[in-house]
């Protein structure tokens, strides 16, 4: 007996045409509207690079290549280009130049129009940290907050100061701080007195934190002092001293991070302080 | 790499950090080895005038104004770090300062 006929395909109950299909894109944009890039950075050498592939009213695919070289001060980099009239199918942004670690780089892709002075956003498309091994796109891509996910780990050797002046780093404009560590070497003058090293954090004026050394250094020593997150005070062993940071604490741009040395004399010296921090562009 | 010297607080820094992010100095607080030698003449010069003990000078120095100037911002203080205006978008720094001068 033969078997029953049974059909593994069903007839779809919606066609689609041949010819003048419609492109799949909400994106139209015509020759008023402009797109923006907008960068924030932090390292030399960058190029950033935007591609945008846009579909023509005559059918046509063009290709185009935007090309933009942020400042490398942590400011807003905002750069306007004019479209031609199309359907704006895809757009993918990547680094050429420069090693630009994740947290250097940020960047929003919108369309707008009106710039400058004031862009007007009407569409935000991209907005994203960027680095050297780490593409962006749209559609696709995510929009994220500069400050989402881990920074940019950063060992900062910060500034000498002169004998007898206090070691003072200030987190820069748009940056955002989580300090790690801070290691310096404090030489003491010939001059008869007890200093105590505190390490202080402020808001700029207003102190916050302020942990003393457990020990204290008299004339004519050459001690090191680590600062860190570190549990507990082992106390001083071959000229190393530690002292207690809060859990790694975020600082916004302006915050600082301090010595205020109990009775410093005029000859003590301290060394250019090294700081491990983790960083975000926060714009 | 350039390295500069602030002409208002001494201090050494270098033009960037290592892999290539710029560094931006601003000078610290005034120290009590700076203000303190101040605060000291004031005193002395309250306690002449005054004809008080010695053993006053310590209560002398702390109301002294040169003393409790511990902490502030030092005069003319050196600030690079930038500030943007939001519409014109226009970059300065904070506080020139007396300057830099390279080393």
């Known amino acids: 007996m033969a078997e029953e006929f049974l059909s593994l395909t069903r007839r779809r109950d919606v066609g689609f045409p041949g010819r003048e299909v419609l492109p799949a894109s909400p994106l139209y944009v015509t020759r008023d509207d402009q797109l923006i890039i907008a960068v924030w950075n932090s390292v030399a050498g960058v190029t950033v690079q935007v591609r945008a592939r846009i579909l023509r009213p005559d059918g046509e695919l063009i290709p185009n290549l935007f090309e933009v070289v942020p400042t490398t001060d942590r400011v807003g980099n905002d750069f306007a280009f004019n479209l031609p009239e199309g359907f704006l199918l895809t757009l993918g942004v990547q680094l050429s130049g420069g090693t630009v670690p994740r947290g250097s780089c940020f960047v929003e892709v919108y369309l707008g129009r009106a710039f400058p002075p004031s862009g007007q956003d009407w569409g935000l498309l991209i907005s994203d940290n960027i680095s050297s091994n780490q593409d962006l ?31 003072s780093e200030t987190v820069p404009t748009n940056a955002r701080w989580r300090l790690h560590a801070l290691y310096v070497q404090f030489v003491t003058s010939a001059t008869a007195a007890t200093r105590r090293v505190h390490i202080m954090l402020d808001d700029g004026a207003t102190t916050f934190w302020d942990s003393p050394s457990s020990a204290t250094q008299t004339a004519s020593q050459t001690l090191r002092y680590s600062a860190g997150n570190i549990g507990a005070i082992i106390g001083s062993n071959d000229s190393e001293m530690q002292i207690l940071l809060p859990t790694p604490i975020p600082l916004f741009a302006g915050y600082r991070i301090q010595t205020e040395t109990a009775s410093l004399q005029a000859g003590d010296n301290y060394g250019a302080p090294q700081l491990l921090v983790e960083e975000w562009i926060e714009d | 790499m350039a390295r500069y010297r602030c002409n208002s607080c001494g201090g050494e820094y270098p033009e960037q950090s290592t892999g290539g992010v710029p560094y931006f100095h601003a000078c610290p607080p005034l120290s009590e080895a700076e203000a303190l030698p101040a605060a000291v003449q004031a005193a002395a010069r309250v306690l002449r005038d005054a004809g008080k003990p010695e053993s006053d000078a310590r209560a002398v120095i702390e109301s002294a104004p040169e003393f409790a100037q511990v902490g502030t911002p030092r005069p003319d203080m050196r600030d690079e770090n930038v500030v943007q205006d939001r519409f014109t978008r226009k970059v300065s720094i904070v506080a020139e300062g007396k300057g830099r001068t390279e080393v």
Request: glycine share 22%; proline share 10%.
């Open chain 1, 137 to 167: 796109g749209w559609p696709g891509g995510l929009l994220r907050n500069s400050l989402e996910g881990p920074g940019r780990l950063r060992s900062i050797t910060g500034t000498d100061p002169a004998a007898g002046v206090e070691i």
